[in-house]
């Protein structure tokens, strides 16, 4: 056998182990968006075809669905409100971590070792239970909804979002304080600057990523919220999507157009976020796992 | 001297919003849950009866359908274990190999990981259809329509129907963590390993899965906590049934305190299924102790 045969045999070999690859794969990737696109497909036939029209591309594509979905199911409601929890639990996360965060980077005291520890073991250890407590202590305070008053039970739903994410964002932005040198803030405070602006001015525009990353994941998880919808709100122009989904199947268990309409509803500003910052996202996630 | 003073309280001050929310809605509930379960208590009246462990006892010697439920979470996380974590594996093993269309491939295999379960369940509740799912459809065109059913609502199937969707959500998290795995074994090894004639079998045994063993781990204990809690996908599905053939702890819980009003109850089978979760945790730190 020549030099030129062995070389053309062993790329012949590669292309083949590429090509047994893709076998493996190609099936795997098409499981995962047949479903999608059937949602989607469904979502554009009428109350009569959907049962009876199994075309992936429906010859008359029904757009007003979501309209319907977005008025009549609710959808709109569900979606504005989704919305506003999520701004405001990022907010609340992004704002609370960074400043627990920093503070456990820079200024040690007795206790604060502690609190690290135990803020980081509730990663760790699992409390099934906590949501009956929860929901106890919630019924206490009042922020359950009872049918009356709206910004109570709102707030119920926001403030265990946000204590829930505190552990993973201080998780990731400790480090990251840890990394950026004193000597920035020393020469900050010779200049006149007090602990506060050096924290706003210097610190925080320099932990952008960091935060990225914590505003992402933490709207990833605040967005899917289900079960703290599920204990908190009866009413249904307070559910956020996931609850409102949920309402919406139990209520109208056959209309799968407008179903399937208000699920594409729920997931389109989530699929955009992760198609345009799936780097971030994946690697934040792997480093949340692969550090812990 | 009143910068020094503001010096002295500002580590305090940047603490105290995440410390003020953790004591609130992680410490207080840890201790109500602790507490109630101590307690026969309907959730409304003022007056709890307190009766020491009985609830314990009642849990652990008189609970048929929690330990079902146990048992029936315990086949889903198997199953995941097994099957998930292994076709994750494989897909990682080949998207790490340069193969083309890689970053596709992971684009389209996170994409169930993003969507919520509620989302994920009423699209898999359409599939499986009894009457009009595409999953009956697509059998009776292959010539199968005899083993056509209603796959939630049948009792041999409701369980590993869920399974089914639970993994379909999740191999994609597997997959990527796996992937960050491979990517931080060393090319030099397998150049090593090649020039002294190792097969890729061989290369796969003494490389690849040794310096694997950590995140393999990692990915099973997150497996493991992840679906004995599933939750919110039984909800969206099947609700538990057919009668009990899908319920598991948290449906159970969730069932203690909202469905027959036993507070101290469901505090109780929290914790007990909190502490069975423990001992998996702690065994698995245990273990990457050793390993690393």
């Known amino acids: 056998m020549t030099g030129g045969t062995v070389i053309a045999l062993q790329r012949l070999r590669q292309q083949a182990a590429q090509w047994a690859w893709h076998v493996v794969c190609l ?46 199911g609710r959808f709109g409601i569900y979606f504005l409100n989704s919305l506003g929890y999520t701004v405001l639990v990022v907010a609340g996360v992004v704002a609370c971590s960074a400043l627990a965060a920093y503070a456990f980077s820079r200024f040690t005291f007795r206790g604060s070792g502690f609190f690290y520890k135990l803020l980081l073991s509730t990663m760790l250890i699992p409390i099934p239970g906590a949501f009956v407590a929860l929901y106890i202590l919630l019924n206490q305070l009042g922020l359950i909804d009872q049918g009356s008053g709206q910004w109570l039970p709102r707030l119920g739903y926001i403030l265990p979002q946000i204590n829930g ?65 599920y204990l908190v709100f009866s009413r249904h122009e307070l559910m956020p999507l996931q609850r409102g989904l949920l309402a919406f199947h139990g209520a109208h268990l056959t209309e799968y157009p407008l179903l399937m309409a208000g699920m594409v509803i729920s997931i389109v500003p989530i699929v955009a976020i992760y198609l345009v910052m799936q780097r971030t996202i994946i690697q934040g996630i792997t480093a949340g796992a692969v550090k812990g | ?211 694997l063993v950590p995140v393999c781990v990692v990915v099973s204990i997150l497996t493991i906590l992840g679906t004995m809690q599933i939750f919110a996908l039984i909800i969206a599905t099947t609700g538990g049934g057919p009668g009990y053939h899908t319920e598991v702890p948290i449906t159970r819980i969730f069932h203690s305190m909202l469905g027959t009003s036993r507070f101290g109850y469901a505090c109780a089978q929290g914790i007990v299924f909190g502490l069975i979760l423990l001992v998996f945790s702690l065994a698995q730190m245990r273990f990457q102790r050793r390993v690393s």
Not at chain 2, 74 to 100: E, F
Not at chain 2, 154 to 183: C, E, R, S, Y
Request: glycine share 6%; hydrophobic share 55%; with cysteine.
């Open chain 1, 27 to 72: 099936p795997v990737a098409a499981s995962c968006l047949f479903p999608l696109a059937w949602m989607v497909s469904s979502s554009l036939k009428t109350q009569q075809t959907v049962f009876t029209d199994f075309s992936l591309i429906p010859a008359v594509p029904h757009v007003e669905n979501y309209a319907r979905a977005w008025i009549q």
């Open chain 1, 165 to 229: 994410g505190l552990p993973f964002a201080i998780f990731i932005l400790k480090p990251f304080f840890d990394g950026i040198p004193k000597e920035l803030e020393e020469s900050a405070e010779v200049d006149g600057c007090g602990v506060l602006g050096v924290f706003w001015h210097i610190m925080l525009p320099l932990a952008r990523p960091a935060l990225g990353v914590v505003a992402l994941l933490t709207s990833l998880a605040a967005w899917n919220e289900f079960l703290l919808a």
């Open chain 2, 1 to 211: 001297m009143p910068s020094i003073e503001r010096r002295a309280i500002a580590p305090y001050l940047f603490f105290l919003p995440a410390l003020l929310l953790f004591l609130a809605f992680s410490v207080y509930p840890f201790y109500l849950l602790t507490h109630t379960s101590l307690f026969e208590w309907d959730g409304i009246s003022p007056a709890k009866t307190f009766i020491g462990l009985s609830n314990y006892w009642n849990v652990l010697a008189h609970d048929r359908v929690f330990w079902t439920s146990f048992s029936q979470a315990g086949t889903i996380t198997l199953l995941a274990l097994v099957l998930q974590n292994a076709l994750a594996l494989l897909l990682a093993i080949a998207v790490n190999r340069r193969l083309a269309g890689g970053t596709l491939y992971r684009t389209v295999f996170f994409l169930p990981p993003i969507l919520s379960e509620i989302v994920v369940g009423l699209i898999w509740f359409w599939i499986y259809d009894g009457n009009f799912g595409i999953l009956n459809e697509a059998l009776s065109h292959l010539g199968l329509a005899r083993f056509a059913r209603a796959w939630l609502a049948d009792p041999n199937t409701a369980l590993t129907a869920v399974a089914i969707i639970h993994m379909w959500k999740g191999f994609g998290w597997g997959f990527v963590i796996f992937l960050a795995g491979l990517q931080t074994i060393p090319e030099q090894l397998y150049e090593a390993a090649r020039v002294d004639g190792a097969s890729a079998w061989l290369r796969f045994r003494h490389i690849t899965l040794p310096l």
